[in-house]
Protein backbone atom coordinates (compact mmCIF):
# COMPACT_ATOMS: atom_id res chain seq x y z
CA UNK A 1 0.00 0.00 0.00
CA UNK A 2 2.75 2.33 1.01
CA UNK A 3 4.77 1.66 -2.01
CA UNK A 4 1.92 1.89 -4.15
CA UNK A 5 1.17 5.40 -2.69
CA UNK A 6 4.72 6.67 -3.50
CA UNK A 7 4.57 5.44 -7.37
CA UNK A 8 1.76 7.48 -7.36
CA UNK A 9 2.68 10.15 -5.70
CA UNK A 10 6.09 10.03 -8.50
CA UNK A 11 3.96 9.70 -10.73
CA UNK A 12 2.09 12.93 -10.14
CA UNK A 13 5.39 15.19 -9.20
CA UNK A 14 6.55 13.61 -12.80
CA UNK A 15 3.50 14.80 -14.65
CA UNK A 16 4.06 18.30 -13.03
CA UNK A 17 7.69 18.80 -13.36
CA UNK A 18 7.00 17.70 -17.33
CA UNK A 19 4.55 19.75 -17.65
CA UNK A 20 5.96 22.87 -16.03
CA UNK A 21 8.67 22.35 -18.39
CA UNK A 22 6.51 21.76 -21.35
CA UNK A 23 4.59 25.15 -20.62
CA UNK A 24 7.75 27.31 -20.67
CA UNK A 25 8.94 25.68 -23.98
CA UNK A 26 5.01 26.29 -25.47
CA UNK A 27 5.80 29.90 -25.18
CA UNK A 28 8.89 30.57 -26.89
CA UNK A 29 8.44 27.87 -29.66
CA UNK A 30 11.90 27.55 -31.45
CA UNK A 31 11.69 29.38 -34.64
CA UNK A 32 14.91 29.07 -36.26
CA UNK A 33 18.76 27.84 -34.96
CA UNK A 34 22.11 29.27 -34.92
CA UNK A 35 25.40 27.49 -35.69
CA UNK A 36 28.36 29.28 -34.51
CA UNK A 37 31.32 28.15 -35.54
CA UNK A 38 34.64 29.34 -33.62
CA UNK A 39 38.12 29.89 -34.95
CA UNK A 40 41.67 31.67 -34.01
CA UNK A 41 42.10 34.31 -36.69
CA UNK A 42 45.84 34.36 -35.83
CA UNK A 43 46.34 30.37 -36.78
CA UNK A 44 47.20 30.48 -40.54
CA UNK A 45 46.02 26.42 -40.57
CA UNK A 46 42.49 27.44 -38.62
CA UNK A 47 42.12 30.90 -40.65
CA UNK A 48 41.90 28.42 -43.82
CA UNK A 49 40.48 25.58 -42.17
CA UNK A 50 37.20 28.01 -41.13
CA UNK A 51 37.13 30.25 -44.74
CA UNK A 52 36.81 27.05 -46.58
CA UNK A 53 34.03 25.61 -44.23
CA UNK A 54 32.40 29.08 -44.51
CA UNK A 55 32.55 28.75 -48.22
CA UNK A 56 31.17 25.13 -48.61
CA UNK A 57 28.40 26.75 -46.20
CA UNK A 58 27.31 29.27 -48.85
CA UNK A 59 27.74 26.65 -51.94
CA UNK A 60 25.16 24.83 -49.99
CA UNK A 61 23.14 27.79 -49.53
CA UNK A 62 23.56 28.92 -53.35
CA UNK A 63 22.52 25.09 -54.55
CA UNK A 64 19.53 24.79 -52.62
CA UNK A 65 20.37 22.35 -49.80
CA UNK A 66 19.73 24.96 -47.06
CA UNK A 67 16.62 26.54 -48.53
CA UNK A 68 16.38 28.97 -45.44
CA UNK A 69 19.38 29.24 -44.09
CA UNK A 70 21.44 32.42 -44.23
CA UNK A 71 25.22 33.39 -43.12
CA UNK A 72 25.92 36.54 -40.73
CA UNK A 73 29.06 38.16 -40.95
CA UNK A 74 32.08 37.13 -39.65
CA UNK A 75 32.55 38.44 -35.90
CA UNK A 76 36.23 38.58 -35.12
CA UNK A 77 37.49 38.96 -31.64
CA UNK A 78 35.12 39.01 -28.43
CA UNK A 79 31.48 39.10 -29.55
CA UNK A 80 29.58 38.97 -26.11
CA UNK A 81 28.60 36.45 -25.20
CA UNK A 82 31.29 34.77 -27.93
CA UNK A 83 34.80 35.11 -26.54
CA UNK A 84 36.46 34.20 -29.94
CA UNK A 85 36.31 34.65 -33.39
CA UNK A 86 32.58 33.14 -34.65
CA UNK A 87 30.62 33.42 -37.58
CA UNK A 88 26.55 32.22 -37.57
CA UNK A 89 24.86 30.50 -40.10
CA UNK A 90 21.26 31.42 -39.12
CA UNK A 91 18.92 28.12 -40.23
CA UNK A 92 14.97 28.49 -39.66
CA UNK A 93 13.26 24.90 -38.72
CA UNK A 94 12.65 24.03 -41.46
CA UNK A 95 16.62 23.57 -42.77
CA UNK A 96 17.82 22.30 -39.16
CA UNK A 97 18.35 18.87 -40.35
CA UNK A 98 20.03 19.52 -43.28
CA UNK A 99 21.95 22.10 -41.64
CA UNK A 100 22.60 20.15 -38.59
CA UNK A 101 23.79 16.63 -40.80
CA UNK A 102 26.66 19.27 -42.62
CA UNK A 103 27.90 20.50 -39.19
CA UNK A 104 28.49 17.26 -38.29
CA UNK A 105 29.89 15.87 -41.11
CA UNK A 106 32.45 18.49 -41.89
CA UNK A 107 33.16 21.23 -39.04
CA UNK A 108 36.52 18.86 -39.01
CA UNK A 109 38.63 20.35 -36.08
CA UNK A 110 36.70 23.81 -35.79
CA UNK A 111 34.46 23.69 -32.52
CA UNK A 112 30.59 24.26 -33.11
CA UNK A 113 28.14 26.17 -30.94
CA UNK A 114 24.09 25.17 -31.93
CA UNK A 115 21.63 27.29 -29.84
CA UNK A 116 17.53 27.72 -30.73
CA UNK A 117 16.26 31.28 -31.34
CA UNK A 118 13.14 31.59 -28.82
CA UNK A 119 11.88 34.75 -27.36
CA UNK A 120 14.50 33.61 -24.24
CA UNK A 121 17.79 35.05 -26.24
CA UNK A 122 19.78 34.65 -22.32
CA UNK A 123 18.50 31.28 -21.65
CA UNK A 124 18.95 29.94 -25.61
CA UNK A 125 22.98 30.62 -24.96
CA UNK A 126 22.66 28.87 -21.86
CA UNK A 127 24.29 24.91 -20.65
CA UNK A 128 20.45 23.66 -20.91
CA UNK A 129 19.88 25.01 -24.51
CA UNK A 130 22.98 24.46 -26.38
CA UNK A 131 24.93 21.71 -27.93
CA UNK A 132 28.53 21.22 -29.28
CA UNK A 133 30.30 19.59 -32.37
CA UNK A 134 33.67 19.89 -30.90
CA UNK A 135 35.20 20.98 -27.96
CA UNK A 136 33.02 23.43 -26.44
CA UNK A 137 33.82 27.18 -25.51
CA UNK A 138 33.00 29.07 -22.49
CA UNK A 139 30.70 32.13 -23.40
CA UNK A 140 29.45 34.31 -20.66
CA UNK A 141 25.87 34.01 -20.44
CA UNK A 142 25.87 37.30 -18.71
CA UNK A 143 26.29 39.53 -21.37
CA UNK A 144 24.11 42.56 -21.45
CA UNK A 145 24.15 42.20 -25.55
CA UNK A 146 21.62 39.29 -24.70
CA UNK A 147 17.94 40.02 -24.17
CA UNK A 148 16.29 37.65 -20.83
CA UNK A 149 13.08 38.36 -23.05
CA UNK A 150 11.55 39.05 -26.45
CA UNK A 151 8.20 39.86 -27.44
CA UNK A 152 8.05 37.25 -30.10
CA UNK A 153 10.60 34.05 -31.57
CA UNK A 154 12.69 35.36 -34.53
CA UNK A 155 12.93 33.92 -37.15
CA UNK A 156 15.81 34.16 -39.68
CA UNK A 157 16.49 37.34 -41.74
CA UNK A 158 17.88 36.98 -44.95
CA UNK A 159 21.26 38.44 -44.61
CA UNK A 160 23.34 40.61 -47.53
CA UNK A 161 26.09 38.46 -49.29
CA UNK A 162 29.03 39.00 -46.68
CA UNK A 163 32.67 38.50 -47.97
CA UNK A 164 33.90 34.94 -47.22
CA UNK A 165 37.10 36.38 -46.49
CA UNK A 166 38.41 36.33 -42.81
CA UNK A 167 38.06 40.58 -42.61
CA UNK A 168 40.92 42.09 -40.49
CA UNK A 169 39.95 42.77 -36.68
CA UNK A 170 39.48 46.56 -37.43
CA UNK A 171 36.97 45.93 -40.37
CA UNK A 172 34.92 44.01 -37.85
CA UNK A 173 35.09 45.41 -34.50
CA UNK A 174 33.90 48.61 -35.67
CA UNK A 175 30.33 46.97 -37.08
CA UNK A 176 30.07 44.20 -34.20
CA UNK A 177 30.80 46.00 -30.67
CA UNK A 178 27.73 46.65 -28.30
CA UNK A 179 27.44 49.49 -26.40
CA UNK A 180 29.06 48.52 -23.26
CA UNK A 181 27.45 48.40 -19.92
CA UNK A 182 23.85 49.57 -21.80
CA UNK A 183 20.88 46.84 -21.38
CA UNK A 184 20.20 47.27 -25.32
CA UNK A 185 21.56 45.21 -28.28
CA UNK A 186 22.01 48.69 -30.35
CA UNK A 187 25.48 48.26 -31.60
CA UNK A 188 26.35 51.72 -31.59
CA UNK A 189 23.05 52.38 -34.21
CA UNK A 190 20.59 53.98 -32.30
CA UNK A 191 17.92 52.33 -34.87
CA UNK A 192 19.10 49.45 -34.13
CA UNK A 193 15.76 46.77 -34.36
CA UNK A 194 16.21 43.56 -32.54
CA UNK A 195 12.68 42.23 -34.60
CA UNK A 196 13.23 43.30 -37.92
CA UNK A 197 17.04 44.02 -38.37
CA UNK A 198 19.26 41.43 -39.14
CA UNK A 199 21.55 40.56 -36.61
C1 LIG B 1 12.81 32.46 -42.38
O1 LIG B 1 11.41 32.49 -42.28
C2 LIG B 1 10.88 33.80 -42.39
C3 LIG B 1 9.39 33.71 -42.11
O2 LIG B 1 8.80 32.74 -42.86
C4 LIG B 1 11.20 34.33 -43.76
O3 LIG B 1 10.69 35.63 -43.91
C5 LIG B 1 12.72 34.37 -43.93
O4 LIG B 1 13.06 34.79 -45.23
C6 LIG B 1 13.31 33.00 -43.68
N1 LIG B 1 14.76 33.12 -43.65
C7 LIG B 1 15.56 32.52 -44.51
C8 LIG B 1 17.03 32.70 -44.32
O5 LIG B 1 15.13 31.87 -45.44
C1 LIG C 1 42.48 19.13 -38.71
O1 LIG C 1 43.79 19.31 -38.20
C2 LIG C 1 44.76 18.36 -38.64
C3 LIG C 1 46.10 18.72 -38.03
O2 LIG C 1 46.01 19.13 -36.73
C4 LIG C 1 44.87 18.40 -40.15
O3 LIG C 1 45.76 17.39 -40.59
C5 LIG C 1 43.50 18.20 -40.79
O4 LIG C 1 43.61 18.37 -42.19
C6 LIG C 1 42.51 19.23 -40.23
N1 LIG C 1 41.18 19.01 -40.79
C7 LIG C 1 40.63 19.83 -41.70
C8 LIG C 1 39.26 19.48 -42.16
O5 LIG C 1 41.21 20.82 -42.12
Known amino acids: MVAKLVIISLALL ?6 SAQD ?23 SAEV ?3 RK ?15 LNDW ?3 WDGPHPVSQFELCCNKTSFAVAHSFHTQNHGNLSVLVHPLT ?14 MGAPVVLDEECPCLYPILPKPRPCPVYPDYADEIPT ?6 KFLPIPGTEDYQ ?9 TDPY
Not at 24 to 46: G, L, M, Q
Open 14 to 19: GCVVVS
Open 24 to 46: EWFDSEIEAWHFHTYFFEVNPRI
Open 51 to 53: TAF
Open 56 to 70: ALRAKINDGTFPECS
Open 75 to 77: AIG
Open 119 to 132: TLDQEDHKATRVSW
Open 169 to 174: AQASRS
Open 187 to 195: RRDPSFNIL
